[in-house]
Structure formats: C-alpha cells, structure tokens
C-alpha cells in the first residue's frame, strides 16, 4: 500500500512557476515508477510527466517539455514537478501517481495504481 500526498499548488500569473511535491509513505517507494498526471474541468486526465524508479528515465507529454521537470528524491518519499513558464491552459488539478506494478515509465493512467488526492493549480492571463 502507497499514500500520496500532493503540495505546492496555487495561483500564478502567466509566465510564472510553481513546484509541486508529492510525499509518499507506505511500501517499496524506491522501487516504482512515479507519474504526474493533470484534470482540467470538463476534461480527460492527461499524462503529464514520468520518472522511472531511480530517476534515471523520464518523459514528458508535448505540451508541457521544456517547461516542466519532473525529480524524485528516494531518501525522502518524494517526487516533484518544477513548472516553469506557466500558461493559462496549464490550469488543472494536478495528481501524483504511483505504478502498482513496475519501474519503468507509463503515461496510462490505468497502469498506476495509488493516486494523491490532487492539488489545484491555477494561472490567470
């Protein structure tokens, strides 16, 4: 069993940033891939970064590289996501995501199976 717990969320101007954590507790942390994922009102969930299980691969979707960097920190539970030039569009809930299976990178949400409870990340234009 993994519990996630997401912080770092709030309101930004566009063209700033913000950096997200998700601490975990629980079982074989060190040993899985992580993910963040985004919902926007009205939405799908959408993929947005993954980090295998010791940092050593990571992916991005389209419409965030460049711009986001997704870390984790296996000493400490904890998993980020650096979002720097913010857009409007950026605007969601943002969910950390732990494989339940596997070390490798996933952009499926159906291959995680721990879920944060989500935190909100706002940009005004």
């Known amino acids: 069993q993994v519990t996630l717990v997401e912080s770092g969320g709030g309101l930004v101007q566009a063209g700033g940033s913000l950096k997200l954590s998700c601490a975990a507790s629980g079982r074989s942390f060190s040993t899985r891939a992580m993910g963040w994922f985004r919902q926007a009102p009205g939405k799908e969930r959408e993929f947005v970064a993954g980090?295998?299980?010791?940092?050593?691969?990571?992916s991005y979707a389209d419409s965030v590289k460049g711009r986001f960097t997704i870390s984790r920190d296996n000493a400490k539970n904890t998993v980020y996501l650096q979002m720097d030039s913010l857009k409007p569009e950026d605007t969601a809930d943002y969910y950390c995501a732990a494989r339940r299976y596997g070390t490798s990178i996933s952009d499926t949400p159906e291959t995680y199976g721990y879920w944060g409870q989500g935190t909100q990340v706002t940009v005004s234009s």
């Open positions: 980090i295998s299980w010791n940092g050593g691969s990571t």
